[in-house]
């Protein structure tokens, strides 16, 4: 049966063809334009927004995501973890007190708790200017009472914030209760003796086996002695220093600070990252990981920029007259302290400020080691080897004393190194007075009336006006000077050898006919 | 906040106060804080005007004492070449002169060098223009598809922009200089042809030279993005992951960080 195809007008037709086209699916996502084109607007014809040429794409591609159904809904939605949680979780032990025990115990008012007021400090230092934010804030507050409570201290502060690339320090300056700290230092010592001991045993073995051998000449070169690390309490390591990633995470304790570290740690500048073991790679090489070269940090920078109003501390006139060359390293509160006025305190001539921890000598200690002290062994080696030379007797390397104001440090460049300032320039009667450090910038203190205090919220470099530059590897050791008696001379050949022998055969031969003519002549 | 430098209530407000009065004398489409440069004796606080063109209409100018605005004058690129020699930090005022000694070498009589020291005087106003756009020219960021540009040629804000998500975030690649691109041309054809045209017309982060100049770091878990600049120390660029909301700031002393390849 025929079936009468009905005629279709060309102009019908190419409507057909072209609705067609648009309705093909896409292969990507089985929506076509065709529908799209018309949800669109028909959004836009609903909503009618404002200079919709302008949006339209931006309604295509809404259009567009809407379409997109997820099937997650009949799959279980997996628990995301992201990291946001889990520190989350890590801090809400910081907000949770303890249970049971403190519940029943009331808390005691009258003792006198370790932790600082941190707020009230954070807001003196908010009117200067710096600080963190408040939630941070209250975090290392909580933080800093986890610390206090798991461990016996007497004294704790908030010593400051270091920034790292990868994460950040924050460091709690920790003075231990008398007798406490020997705990822990005996165990490390303990440690270091066992140590000690197997390696001990290690050499002795191997140093039979080298007797057993014929002795190579052992160099005379003697390494120049380690300076020892100064004692807990002492010098740059007065105190100790704890420090975390986060408030909430647990807190690391930072090891003592030896004076090699420090002296190289004043040779070479790099960026933190935030890993306490990462190994710090440097010319020349730092002797340690970067926990080490953070504690040298930190103790240069305390040793540089902890400063407290003049008068606030004071010498203990009961001391005794110390020996000569050691400075006074103890100090106690003025008790009598008033306070002074603001004006005083940002002054630029910074008398009015002193600091009160000692500074570090180039050696890397607070009181100087000689190094050239002599044994009894040395003794004996020196009737041997009698042309030894002495070497010279180094001058002890003297520093400011302790409580010197201000005004004695050393300029950098050309400006002054600490940059007084009132909080406020409107309302000077409460203003409190501010120090902004130049040389180590990010150090701050601030002072009013009785109170303050110092804090460092930095990259934990030094300011320099010049660029840092490595210094340069040792000169290479000079050859000994080439002259005749080492140079090489080659051998003679064979023929030369040959030519040697024949002129002296002849010469031997000129010699006996020299004799037996002088004989003649004698006979004659 | 948590970079450790913050305002203190006084400043926020008398920099509120200030900044609208800018824009309202000024007739700017929008005005923003860029940033606090520390002087010795005095703060420079810097805000940017920006008219209708986000990237190429833009304005900078300075305040010290929060209240009255001065102009930064634009400088053609030799005095640019000659302010960037100074050295030391700003004193807070913008007449001061810095002086620098310039030690030219010239061929004298025959093989010698006759050496002669030049001393070039230097505004401060012009070293804080310099800095300022050097700071800006390397260092300003803004998160992809923030900007967009449109057929005319002109950039402006995306409204749609929804905020990157947070594993987009820990790719440097996202982030853009907000400048004029230097780096695109350069690419392969091949790489650019996968780019969206008005999306892509800036630099991205990937590019900069030494790898590692830039530390990311999240506040709060992943809650918020921090990026600081390590060559220009101070510079800190936040965003917050799914939200538009992003912003940078510098508050330093104004000094590039040139010992960055031995610091890292």
Not at chain 1, 115 to 136: D, H, K, T, V
Not at chain 1, 402 to 421: C, F, H, I, Q, Y
């Amino acid at each position: 049966m025929d079936t009468p195809t009905p005629k279709i007008n060309p102009k019908e037709e190419q409507y057909i063809n072209a609705k067609a086209y648009l309705s093909e699916a896409s292969t990507d996502s089985g929506y076509n334009l065709y529908d799209h084109l018309s949800s669109c607007l028909t959004k836009i014809l609903d909503e009618r927004p404002e200079n919709v040429y302008d949006i339209f794409e931006d309604i295509s591609k809404d259009r567009k995501r809407s379409k997109f159904t997820s099937n997650v809904d009949t799959v279980q939605d997996k628990i995301d973890q992201s990291t946001e949680v889990a520190l989350a979780i890590v801090q809400r032990k910081l907000f949770a007190r303890g249970d049971g025990d403190e519940a029943d115990q009331e808390p005691d008012e009258d003792a006198e708790t370790p932790l600082p007021n941190l707020m009230e400090l954070s807001f003196f230092f908010e009117q200067a200017g710096i600080g963190l934010n408040r939630e941070e804030v209250i975090r290392v507050w909580m933080a800093l009472k986890n610390l206090v409570e798991s461990h016996n201290l007497q004294h704790v502060r908030f010593w400051g914030k270091l920034f790292g690339t990868e994460q950040n320090y924050y460091v709690a300056e920790v003075e231990y209760r008398e007798g406490e700290e020997d705990a822990d230092e005996e165990e490390e010592e303990a440690e270091e003796q066992h140590e000690e001991e197997t390696t001990e045993k290690d050499d002795g073995e191997e140093g039979e086996e080298e007797a057993e051998e014929d002795d190579t000449p052992k160099p005379e070169f003697k390494p120049p002695p380690v300076v020892p690390r100064e004692e807990n309490r002492t010098g740059p390591n007065k105190k100790t220093y704890f420090v975390c990633n986060d408030p909430g995470k647990p807190w690391t304790k930072l090891p003592a600070v030896t004076p090699a570290q420090i002296t190289s740690a004043r040779q070479i500048k790099k960026f933190l990252t935030g890993r306490l073991d990462a190994p710090v790679v440097s010319y020349p090489p730092f002797p340690g990981n970067e926990s080490n070269y953070l504690r040298a940090q930190v103790a240069r920078i305390s040793a540089g920029t902890h400063i407290s109003p003049l008068g606030f501390y004071q010498f203990d006139e009961e001391e005794e007259e110390e020996e000569e060359g050691e400075g006074r390293d103890n100090f106690v509160e003025n008790l009598d302290f008033e306070g002074l006025p603001t004006k005083e305190m940002t002054d630029p001539i910074l008398s009015s400020w002193v600091h009160h921890v000692q500074h570090i000598l180039p050696q890397g200690r607070c009181a100087w080691w000689n190094p050239v002290q002599k044994n009894e062994d040395d003794f004996e080696e020196e009737d041997e080897e009698e042309e030894r030379e002495e070497p010279d007797e180094p001058e002890p390397e003297v520093g400011p004393p302790l409580l010197t104001p201000l005004s004695e440090d050393a300029e950098v460049g050309n400006m002054p190194p600490w940059t007084p300032k009132m909080s406020s320039n409107l309302i000077p009667q409460f203003a409190i007075a501010c120090m902004h450090s130049n040389l180590w910038p990010g150090a701050h203190a601030f002072a009013q009336g009785k109170k303050f205090e110092n804090v460092y919220i930095g990259t934990g470099h030094k300011y320099s006006q010049d660029n840092y530059s490595p210094p340069a590897p040792p000169a290479i050791q000079e050859e000994f000077p080439s002259g005749p008696e080492i140079t090489e001379t080659e051998d003679p050949t064979p023929e030369e050898e040959a030519a040697l022998r024949a002129a002296k055969q002849d010469a031997m031969e000129a010699a006996e006919e020299m004799e037996d003519e002088e004989e003649q002549s004698d006979e004659d | 906040g948590s970079s450790g430098v913050i305002l203190s209530p006084e400043e926020a407000t008398t920099l509120q106060t200030a900044l609208v009065l800018l824009k309202h004398e000024q007739k700017f489409t929008s005005v923003q804080y860029w940033g606090k440069i520390f002087g010795i004796n005095n703060d420079y606080y810097i805000a940017i005007g920006i008219g209708n063109d986000e990237m190429y209409d833009r304005k900078y100018l300075y305040i010290k004492d929060c209240m009255n605005w001065g102009d930064l004058p634009i400088l053609p690129k030799e005095a640019q070449e000659q302010a960037r020699l100074a050295k030391g930090r700003f004193s807070g005022d913008p007449s001061n002169e810095f002086e620098h000694i310039l030690i030219k070498q010239l061929p004298g009589e025959g093989d010698e060098i006759h050496e002669e020291e030049e001393t070039v005087i230097i505004k401060e106003e012009d070293r804080l223009t310099t800095i300022i756009n050097d700071i800006s020219h390397e260092a300003f960021i803004v998160p992809r598809s923030a900007y967009i540009r449109t057929p005319t040629g002109m950039i402006s804000k995306n409204r749609t922009f929804e905020g990157l998500s947070v594993t987009e975030c820990t790719k440097l690649g996202q982030f853009l200089h907000f400048r004029e691109a230097t780096e695109l041309p350069k690419k392969s054809l091949i790489d650019r042809a996968n780019l969206d045209k008005s999306l892509d017309f800036l630099d991205s982060l990937e590019e900069d030279v030494p790898k590692g100049s830039w530390s990311m770091q999240f506040d709060r878990g992943c809650g918020v993005t921090l990026l600081k600049s390590l060559l220009w120390p101070g510079y800190v660029f936040y965003h917050v992951p799914h939200t538009s909301s992003f912003g940078s700031v510098y508050y330093g002393i104004g000094e590039k960080n040139i010992d960055l390849p031995f610091m890292l």
